[in-house]
Nanobody, 114 residues
């Protein structure tokens, strides 16, 4: 099974950018579909973006044109580039991997101030 560790969260002003990283270990990373989820205070966890083994991507409507997911199968990394951040993007962001099971990182907090 894969182990996932997120990094790159922090405090940023509205309109700013952050790049989240997720380091994977313990399994053949290239076999996994990877995704970023987020959970805002008092809200359910939601899928933000995903990327398949072949590099196909999906995004929720609210981040289309602002966020970009990518992966590096050699480095076993997945990234989420977040631009034009809004206060409503404030959440804990989780990296997830899907193969025979679902695997989660512990999350990284993103706070966007207005």
């Amino acid at each position: 099974q894969v182990q996932l560790v997120e990094s790159g969260g922090g405090l940023v002003q509205a309109g700013g950018s952050l790049r989240l990283s997720c380091a994977a270990s313990g399994a053949d990373f290239s076999r996994y579909t990877m995704a970023w989820y987020r959970q805002a205070p008092g809200k359910q966890r939601e899928l933000v973006a995903s990327i398949t083994r072949g590099g196909s991507t999906t995004y929720i409507d609210s981040v289309k044109g602002r966020f970009s997911i990518s992966r590096d199968n050699v480095k076993s990394m997945v990234y989420l580039q977040m631009d034009s951040l809004k206060p409503e993007d404030t959440a804990v962001y989780y990296c997830a991997g899907f193969s025979l099971g679902t695997y989660w990182g512990k999350g990284t907090l993103v706070t966007v101030s207005s």
